[in-house]
C-alpha cells in the first residue's frame, strides 16, 4: 500500500509540473515548407505548427510513459484538431524564411483546463481506472508447485513476489490502484478453496474484497538450457495474466508471454526473470485494459432505470418467460421488483439505452403462447400488458 501511495504521489507531481509548465509556457519551434504562398500563408501555417507543437509537448508531459500507447490511439482526435482551441496565450519570437521553408519559434502557454477535458471526453480520465486484486501464482526454479497466497494455509504476506511486484508497480504509475488482501476466510459457505484458481473462484474472491477487477494469472521460471563458457546460462520465464471484471465475469485483457534471461547464478537469474515477466507483461496489458475499462465506463454511464408497469390476464403466469425473454435483449443490465398486486406489478429495469428503445426490441421477440401491448411509453418509463395470443 506504502508503495501504491508513493506512485501516486509521483504521478500527481507529474501532471502539476505539466499543468505548471502549461502556464508559464513553452518555448517551441517548428518548420513548414512554404514554396509558392505569400507571406501571410505562410506564416499562418507556421503559427498552427508551432501551436500544435505546445499541444503535444503539454500531453507528452502530462503522462506517465506507460500512458503513452493507449494516449496516441485515443487523443489522435484531439492532436488533428485546431490547435488554438487549446491554446491560452502565445507570442512569436523569432522567424525565418529560407529556401522555400518558414521557420519560427514562439513562447506558447497552453490552456490546460481545455486539453485537461477534451482528454477526459475522448476517455482518458484515469481517475476512473479500477482498483486490482493481483491473484498471480509464481514457480520459481526450486519451487515443487506453484506459491499462491489465497490456497489453504498459504502464508497471506507472500502476495505473489516478485513478479506481482513488478506488476504492481508498472500498473500503479499507469493510473490503477491497488487492493489490498487480508487474513479473511476466502472459503464459500460449506465450501473448503481449492488449489486451482477458476475464473468463478477469481470473481467470488475479488467481490470478497471489493476489487473491481482481478489480476489473474501465473509466472514460471525454469532452466533456459543454454550455457555460455563457465558460469553464464539461461532461465526462461513463461507469464500468463489476464483481468477479470469481478462485475461481469468477463476477461477484459490478455496477454502470454515468454522471455529469456542470462546469468551466472541460479538465484540472480531466477529473480531477473520473474521481475522482467512481470513487468513486461504489466507493460502489455495496460493499454488494453485501459481501452477496455473506458469502453465499459461509456457503456455504464448510459445506464438508466426504468419502471415498467406490466399487467393483463394470468401475468404472474406469464412473467416468467417474459423476464427470459427480456434478460436476452442486449443491453440489458438487471430487472428489481418493486410491487406486486392482483391487477399488476411494478418492475424496475435497468437498461442501457431509453424506454423507446427498450419497447422497440421487446416488440420483435417471440413469447410462448402470449403477446405484448406496450403503452405510455415515456423516456424513463412504459406500460406492458401480456395479453393472449390471437
Not at 507571406?39 to 506507460?66: D, K, Y
Not at 515443487?144 to 513488478?166: K, N, Q
Amino acid at each position: 500500500m506504502t508503495r501504491m501511495m508513493l506512485l501516486g504521489i509521483l504521478i500527481l507531481l507529474c501532471l502539476q509540473t505539466a499543468w505548471a509548465n502549461g502556464r508559464e509556457g513553452f518555448l517551441v519551434m517548428d518548420t513548414v515548407a512554404v514554396q509558392g504562398v505569400d507571406a501571410r500563408e505562410a506564416r499562418s501555417r507556421a503559427e498552427r505548427a508551432v501551436l500544435g507543437r505546445a499541444v503535444e509537448r503539454f500531453i507528452l508531459e502530462s503522462l506517465p510513459e506507460a500512458r503513452m500507447a493507449s494516449a496516441l490511439r485515443m487523443l489522435s482526435p484531439l492532436l488533428e484538431e485546431n490547435p488554438k482551441n487549446y491554446i491560452r496565450d502565445f507570442r512569436i519570437l523569432a522567424t525565418m524564411e529560407e529556401k522555400g521553408n518558414y521557420r519560427m519559434v514562439a513562447r506558447v502557454s497552453p490552456d490546460a483546463e481545455a486539453i485537461k477535458g477534451r482528454m477526459k471526453e475522448l476517455g482518458m480520465d484515469f481517475s476512473r481506472l479500477p482498483a486490482l486484486l493481483f491473484m498471480v501464482s509464481e514457480q520459481g526454479l526450486g519451487d515443487a508447485a506453484p506459491l499462491r497466497w489465497w490456497v489453504p494455509g498459504a502464508d497471506m504476506t507472500f502476495f505473489g513476489g516478485r513478479s506481482t511486484e513488478a506488476m504492481v508497480s508498472v500498473m500503479g504509475e499507469a493510473g490503477f490502484d491497488l487492493v489490498v488482501p487480508d487474513g479473511r476466510n476466502l472459503s464459500a459457505a460449506g465450501e473448503e478453496m481449492g488449489t486451482v484458481l477458476d475464473m468463478r473462484e477469481a470473481g467470488r474472491i475479488g467481490n470478497l474484497f471489493n476489487a473491481p477487477v482481478v489480476m489473474a494469472g501465473r509466472v514460471r521460471v525454469m532452466p533456459g538450457g543454454n550455457v555460455l563458457g563457465d558460469r553464464k546460462q539461461s532461465f526462461r520465464a513463461d507469464v500468463l495474466l489476464l483481468a477479470l471484471d469481478t462485475d461481469t465475469g468477463d476477461v477484459l485483457a490478455q496477454v502470454e508471454e515468454s522471455l529469456v534471461v542470462v546469468s551466472e547464478t541460479a538465484a540472480a537469474g531466477e529473480r531477473e526473470a520473474l521481475f522482467e515477466a512481470g513487468r513486461r507483461a504489466a507493460s502489455r496489458i495496460v493499454p488494453d485494459l485501459q481501452a477496455a475499462w473506458m469502453r465499459k465506463t461509456e457503456k455504464d454511464a448510459r445506464v438508466r432505470e426504468i419502471r415498467m408497469d406490466i399487467t393483463g390476464e394470468n401475468y404472474l403466469t406469464r412473467f416468467t418467460h417474459f423476464r427470459r425473454v427480456l434478460g436476452e435483449i442486449e443491453g440489458f443490465v438487471s430487472l428489481e421488483r418493486r410491487e406486486i398486486t392482483g391487477q399488476g406489478m411494478d418492475v424496475r429495469v435497468r437498461y442501457r439505452g431509453t424506454a423507446g428503445e427498450l419497447a422497440a426490441l421487446l416488440m420483435t421477440k417471440h413469447y410462448d403462447r402470449f403477446g405484448v401491448q406496450i403503452s405510455d411509453v415515456e423516456e424513463d418509463r412504459m406500460r406492458v400488458t401480456l395479453v393472449s395470443s390471437p
